[in-house]
């Protein structure tokens, strides 16, 4: 059983890829109730971005919102669970961070795993997609990580197998704090006039957070988590964030890239 979550496809890629090698069944969080999902499978797999060298919140409440019953079936059957990360670059302090979590509900992880893939994340100064080589060479190289991932998974590994970085401590208990009170405003996102309302920046959102408004223009609520699917699936670039994203490029991965072309209005 694998759970993920994603905005602009690199987590739904890997979580898709694993549960077609594992033949486990896949599920994202955000269309889950986690206090009656039933366990089915072999093992549980999370499957998530590292969002500023952090474990994104909406996993967190996930899996600090699983039943009691679930959580005894996974103890009970002593099913092993495995976490593969998703990031640009690095993970920080990350994966101590979904075993802290995982803790809190009596559960241990066996095998945690980072997977290397585009940059997405544009929200703030100096950060920007990856150039169409990096993006390209990085792409070339995630299947075979992720079939070492899903042997490792497998074999049953006890590993943290991430790529980490400089200053992971600093990274993700000091920047990953101020980027969950301060890195997402809801009221920045807005559109250009260059809109012309087809509404796929509504459809794409995994939290339902993207309204068309009467005047067929997308509105924001405020459940936004930075995920940031919005901004790249837009077929214009006519999402923005503030005034920050305007000159910045566009991701999504290749699996998704036919939504930009889906321009009929929601």
């Known amino acids: 059983m694998i759970f993920y979550f994603s905005g602009t496809g690199n987590s739904s890629y890997v979580a898709n890829e694993l549960g077609r090698i594992l033949k486990e ?5 955000s269309t889950v109730n986690p206090a009656t999902q039933i366990f089915e499978g072999e093992r549980l797999i999370f499957v998530f971005p590292v969002y500023s060298w952090g474990v994104p919140p909406i ?3 996930f899996i600090l919102n699983l ?3 679930f959580k005894e079936n996974l103890r009970n059957n002593g099913i092993p669970i495995s976490v593969v990360m998703t990031c640009g670059d690095e993970v920080g302090k990350a994966p101590e961070m979904i075993e802290k979590t995982l803790e809190k509900i009596g559960l241990k992880v066996k095998g945690i795993w980072s997977v290397i893939m585009p940059n997405d994340y544009v929200l703030l100064p100096g950060f920007d ?11 070339k190289k995630a299947p075979e990580r992720i079939q070492e991932i ?3 998974i497998i074999e049953g590994r006890e590993t943290v197998d991430v790529v980490r970085g400089s200053l992971a401590w600093i990274k993700t208990y000091l920047v990953y704090p ?3 009170r301060w890195g997402v405003f809801p009221n920045k996102w807005h559109s250009t006039p260059s809109c ?21 223009k997308p509105k924001w609520g405020n ?3 930075s995920c940031v699917a919005c901004y790249h699936s837009c077929p214009r670039h006519s999402v923005e964030y503030g005034n920050m994203t305007g000159k910045k490029g566009q991701y999504l991965h290749p699996e998704k890239m036919n939504i930009r072309n889906d321009r009929h209005p929601v």
């Open 196 to 216: 012309v309302g087809c509404g796929i920046c509504a459809k794409v959102c995994p939290l339902g957070n993207v309204s068309m408004t009467s005047q067929r």
């Open 59 to 61: 996993v967190i409440n």
């Open 150 to 152: 899903s042997e490792g």
């Open 223 to 225: 459940k936004c988590c």
């Open 178 to 180: 101020l980027f969950k």
């Open 129 to 139: 997609v990856d150039s169409i080589a990096v993006e390209k060479d990085k792409l």
């Open 25 to 29: 069944k896949v599920y994202l969080i």
């Open 67 to 69: 039943s009691d019953v």
